[in-house]
Each structure stands twice: as structure tokens, then as C-alpha cells.
């Protein structure tokens, strides 16, 4: 079952009922790769290369459409449970669910987190008929969620809140004493429903059981008009219509030149070089690098020659302060079939850092969001839920279906070993910095090498000319002096070291 918001069902309408009729006829599916159902191919070799879908297939396209909303539009309501005696850690912040404050602080913390999801009805993407990424588009939705993390981090104030989280008021998760017999009944706290639709029945069930959050205990957080402005702006850099930077239809389009297209699958490794490609091509950010790392190791001088602008000065001056941000991406795999847990502490120590912006990855056929955990259970935002498009050109549009009203966990041990973990260096100190933080924490591993490496130096010191991160193929998979007999080298890049 597909681990979706509780209260996601309020978004279905009257189109959801229209298409759940017309999706009871059979429908063709193809193989299923790591990370989502691949739907099957919509034009015919011949046809799409003249870019001339006949109506059967446009009806193919339709019928798989349907059949994608109803999969991934309905859910069943259900509570996660949160242990009130163990910190729960979101992107390097914790939070000791013992007190009210605590919970709201959690809540806000995870409300604002933006929420990118399965889309429906938005313009069709070029080279095909689809006008929704159902089944196949969950990887680049979890590296969207990535990237916007990194630019929240990056945009806007530190202590930033979403204004609005502060109505949503309904009780949809417990707070637990561990081994407690009274744990079914929990001790229900304030939470992450919304005021949206009054007469759906989770919100009536919610509602008859559980008591709802005074609004004299929540802290008040003052309206930044200004913040979200720019809130409203970076949400719209991810619509789903082709001027949009970040949105689908730019990322598909980029991915073509590694072979990819509309409706393939989409590793963590090759997202993450999509996302720095983005960045890299729009005019809309201008003082922010995206760095992705080549067979887990960092290459410290690269990610200078990236950032630091007085290199590109004739002749350099050294004095310069010019120093652009950085999004540092390391794709890794943690293990082979299944996750090594001897990697589970080094994942949870990495979570913890403020500089880590989240791990795009997930379950077995089923991509996922990780921004935190608590206990034995990883916290994540889930892009397989269907909603329809949102028209981000139109002045104050609806942020609400953007920010995910419930959190949701699952155990470490379904972790996809396969994922990308991503970091934020606002400054070339910062960047110090992190390197520090983040080797003491890739320390913690009780395996004999590391999950990945900072190294001094460039990567032609190690062989890899023709392969650096601004390069537009794939990363070669060549591992620097002393991890050179772990494995062959690699070209395709959703491939990655075994450890």
C-alpha cells in the first residue's frame, strides 16, 4: 500500500470519481524498476520518432492516467505513532515530544517542509502524451523535495515557519510511553489535519475522538510578508509547466541527455546530476552551485574551483570573499541487495547534522524523502499521492496541497540501500565546516570504509579527466588510491560502489 498524508483523500473531487469509472477496464503494465511502476509505452517507435501519437494512443495514455489516479489518489486513514521519550531528529533539529510546546515545534518544523507530489492534467510532456508523471515521475518528485529543501535553507530566514500551519488543527498522530499497555489509546496531541473539508470522514472520525489543540498554546510566529512572497515564488520555481525552472517538464527534458524520457525510470544518482544541470542552466539563482560527488568521495578542490569567484577573476585575487553556496550531492549505496545495518548509525548521525538537507531514496519500488527519524524508524515525505495541478502563474495561489499534513515512518531495515544524501554550504566556512561535521559522522560506521570520502585535492589526481561534476555525461566510477580493488570501475551512473 502506498504510504500517503491520512488526509490526502480531501483533495479527490468529482474528476477522481469520473476516472475511477472509466479505469475499471484492464490495464497493460510493464515491469516495475527500483523506484515505481513504469507505465507502458505510449506511442509506437515509428510514431514518436515523428512525433505523431495516434488516437489509440492517446486512449492508452488516458487509460493508464486513470487507472494511476485512482491507485495513487485514495488512501486509507492510519496514525503513526511517536515514542514521547526518544528524539525525534528533522534535518539536524530534535524535538522531545514530552510537553505541547515540543509537539508544536515538531509540527512546524515538519508542516513547513515543502511537499512535492504525483501531479495530474498539467501540460503534456514533449516527446510524448502524458500529462501526468503517475507511476514513473516518484524519484524526480523526492529530488524536487531535495532541492527546495536546499533552497529554503539557502532563501529564506533560518528560523522560517509556514504562517499557515498554525490552522491546521485536527489530531491525526499519538504520542506513546514505549511498553505502555495504555499505548492503542495513546496520549493524543495537536496535529497535522486540516480545516480544508468539514465533512470528510477522517476529519468527522478525527474529530469525535480526539480532542483539538487550543490555540493559546501554539507559539506565535509573525507574518513575513516579504518571506512569503518569496515562499510563494520558490514553490511556483517547481510548477509543473514548462517555464518552470525546477518543474517536471525541465527535469524530463534534461534527463534526455542521459537517455532518459518521459516515463522512464529515474535512479538517485542520475537525479541528482539532473538537478545540478538545473541549477546550473537557470537565470533564476545565480549565487548557488550544485556539486555532485564522483564514486563516494568528495573532491574538496572541485568544490573550491565550483564556488570560489575570484578564481575566475584575470588574473585571480586572492583577497576576494566571492564564494558561491553549494549543494553538495553524494549518490551511495549501503550495501547490496538490502541496507548493511552497520550503516543504520552512521545515517541516523548524518540526519542529525544541520548542514544535511535530506536523502532522496526509499523503499523497494517505492521512492521516498527521509528528513529525519526517531528510534529505530526513518521520518519521510512521500511524493505517491496524485493531485491535480496547481496554476502557480496566478497570484497568491494555493500553497496548501504543497505541504504534507502528516508524518509518516517506516523502519530502517526497508531502506533501499541505492539513495542520494544531500548537504548545504552557505560559505566557504561553512564548507569547512562541513567537512569537519560530516567526516566525524561517516566515522561512526562500523564498516571497514566508509559510506563516502572527503579528499584533498581535484579529481584528475586520480584519474577521473573528462568526468568532473559540471561535466554533462554520467560520473565515471573510478575510486581514488586505497579503495581501488573494491570493484571495477563503473560507467553508468545509477550504478554505485558496493560497499
Known amino acids: 500500500m502506498n504510504s500517503v498524508s491520512p488526509s490526502a483523500v480531501q483533495y479527490v473531487g468529482v474528476v477522481m470519481q469520473e476516472e475511477l469509472v472509466e479505469s475499471r477496464r484492464p490495464q497493460p503494465l510493464e515491469r516495475q524498476g527500483s523506484f515505481g511502476l513504469r507505465p507502458a509505452p505510449t506511442t509506437e517507435p515509428g510514431r514518436e520518432a515523428n512525433g505523431e501519437p495516434d488516437e489509440l494512443d492517446k486512449l492508452k495514455s488516458k487509460l493508464m492516467t486513470a487507472w494511476n489516479n485512482v491507485k495513487y489518489g485514495w488512501t486509507v ?50 516527446g510524448s502524451t502524458l500529462t501526468t508523471d503517475c507511476g514513473w515521475g516518484c524519484m524526480l518528485r523526492s529530488g524536487q523535495m531535495l532541492l527546495v529543501q536546499g533552497l529554503l535553507v539557502h532563501l529564506m530566514p533560518r528560523d522560517w515557519a509556514w504562517p499557515d500551519a498554525q490552522q491546521l488543527t485536527e489530531v491525526d498522530f499519538e504520542v506513546f510511553r514505549p511498553r505502555s499497555p495504555a499505548r492503542a489509546g495513546g496520549v493524543p496531541i495537536p496535529s497535522f489535519g486540516s480545516p480544508r473539508g468539514s465533512n470528510t470522514p477522517e476529519k468527522s472520525l478525527a474529530s469525535d475522538q480526539v480532542p483539538k489543540c487550543s490555540q493559546k498554546n501554539r507559539p506565535e510566529y509573525r507574518r513575513d510578508s516579504q518571506a512569503e512572497t518569496l515562499h510563494h515564488k520558490l514553490v511556483s520555481w517547481f510548477g509543473d509547466q514548462p517555464p518552470a525552472p525546477f518543474g517536471l517538464h525541465q527535469l524530463v527534458d534534461i534527463g534526455k541527455s542521459s537517455g532518459k524520457k518521459a516515463g522512464d525510470w529515474y535512479g538517485p544518482s542520475i537525479v541528482a546530476h539532473i538537478l545540478r544541470k538545473a541549477v546550473a542552466k537557470t537565470s533564476v539563482l545565480h549565487n548557488l552551485a550544485v556539486y555532485v560527488a564522483q564514486d563516494c568521495t568528495v573532491y574538496k578542490e572541485d568544490v573550491v574551483h565550483l564556488c570560489d569567484l575570484s578564481l575566475s577573476q584575470t588574473p585571480p585575487d586572492p583577497s576576494s570573499q566571492a564564494w558561491k553556496s553549494v549543494l553538495i550531492l553524494v549518490p551511495v549505496r549501503l550495501g547490496g541487495e538490502v541496507l ?160
Not at 492510519?78 to 526518544?86: H, L, W
Not at 515525505?381 to 496524485?386: A, K, V
Request: hydrophobic share 30%.
Open 340 to 499: 548493511n545495518p552497520s550503516y543504520i548509525e552512521c545515517v541516523k548521525n548524518i540526519l542529525k547534522l544541520e548542514c544535511c538537507i535530506g536523502i532522496i531514496g526509499g523503499k523497494p519500488k517505492h521512492s521516498l524523502y527521509f528528513v529525519g527519524f526517531q528510534d529505530e524508524q526513518l521520518l519521510y515525505l512521500d511524493p505517491h499521492y496524485s493531485q491535480p495541478l496547481v496554476d502557480v502563474s496566478q497570484v497568491n495561489f494555493s500553497l496548501e496541497s504543497f505541504h504534507c499534513s502528516s508524518p509518516k515512518k517506516m523502519p530502517f531495515n526497508r531502506m533501499d540501500p541505492s539513495c542520494t544524501i544531500g548537504f548545504y554550504a552557505r560559505d566557504k566556512k561553512d564548507f569547512e565546516s562541513l567537512c569537519s561535521a560530516v567526516s566525524e559522522a561517516l566515522s561512526s560506521s562500523k564498516e571497514k570504509y566508509p559510506i563516502f570520502t572527503f579528499v584533498e585535492g581535484k579529481s584528475q589526481d586520480f584519474g577521473l579527466q573528462g568526468h568532473g561534476s559540471n561535466n554533462s555525461g554520467p560520473a565515471a566510477h573510478i575510486l581514488p588510491p586505497g579503495r581501488q580493488g573494491m570493484m571495477n570501475n563503473r560507467r553508468n551512473s545509477d550504478e554505485f560502489v558496493f560497499l
Open 77 to 126: 486513514k492510519s496514525k503513526t505513532s511517536f515514542n514521547k521519550t526518544s528524539p525525534v531528529i528533522v534535518l539536524g533539529n530534535s524535538y522531545l515530544l514530552n510537553s505541547e510546546d515540543e509537539v508544536e515545534r515538531f509540527r512546524l518544523a515538519f508542516v513547513s517542509r515543502i511537499w512535492l507530489t504525483y501531479r495530474r492534467e498539467f501540460p503534456q510532456l514533449d
